[in-house]
């Protein structure tokens, strides 16, 4: 999830607009590969809940975006003019041998990155598991509104990201029972990230940062209470 942060400022440097960026940063943490397999490790099938609502949030929430944008409420995006030929040195110069020893460097370096963020999430859910009672769980992180909204503060304040955090939700789960807790806690780590508001505030402007928890946290407690209703 971090990447996707660096990924996501190229893109609006690129000329991307805000709509679409903020539709990828929320959208990326969830949908992509990597996580998708440790959510179907955790929780089964029923990631794909997790993965379909994450994809709807994101959506909605650039639609949103769109609005704002339109009504002059956010930053206006970033308008790029090409001045100069577009040239694919890279692509027509295209050295097998090179770009695989640079995809297995890159992947090496990705995979010691996310290991240590799963390791950390494993090491806090497995104290969850052991040390916190059962009770505590029910009657502070509990299938209740106010429970979720707990939830919310408690993954906005330990900050784990995407990698760390599926071992800790899957542990909520195995706690409270119901898949609104857990899927409240996966997003909030993306809809409350200090660090992603802060690029968005510093790279695109501060209204488009302050928007972001304004519109995401009521659409992701809606969802969790769905979750926790009907799953």
Not at 98 to 120: E, F, Q
Not at 204 to 216: D, H, R, V
Request: aromatic share 16%; charged share 10%; hydrophobic share 55%.
């Amino acid at each position: 999830s971090h990447g996707i942060l660096a990924i996501s400022m190229q893109l609006y440097k690129k000329g991307a607009g805000i709509p679409a960026v903020i539709t990828f940063l929320l959208a990326s943490p969830w949908a992509n590969l990597p996580i998708t397999i440790l959510l179907f490790g955790f929780f089964g099938i029923k990631a794909l809940w997790f993965i379909f609502a994450a994809m709807a949030i994101a959506m909605f929430t650039g639609f949103i975006y769109m609005g704002l944008d339109k009504f002059g409420l956010i930053e206006k995006s970033k308008k790029i003019t090409l001045t100069s030929k577009i040239e694919w040195t890279n692509i027509k110069n295209f050295n097998f041998r090179n770009s695989l020893s640079g995809v297995t460097h890159g992947a090496i370096n990705l995979s010691n990155m996310v290991l240590w963020w799963v390791l950390i999430g494993i090491t806090v859910a497995a104290f969850i598991g052991a040390y916190v009672p059962e009770h505590l769980f029910m009657k502070y992180l509990g299938p209740s509104f106010m429970g979720l909204f707990l939830t919310l503060v408690f993954a906005t304040i330990i900050e784990v990201c995407s990698e760390g955090s599926s071992p800790i939700a899957f542990e909520i789960f195995n706690k409270v029972g119901t898949f609104g807790n857990p899927f409240v806690f996966l997003m909030a780590g993306v809809i409350t990230d200090y660090t992603e508001i802060g690029l968005i505030w510093s790279n695109i402007g501060k209204k488009a940062a302050i928007w972001l928890p304004i519109i995401t946290i009521p659409l992701v407690l809606l969802v969790g209470w769905l979750f926790n209703l009907y799953l």
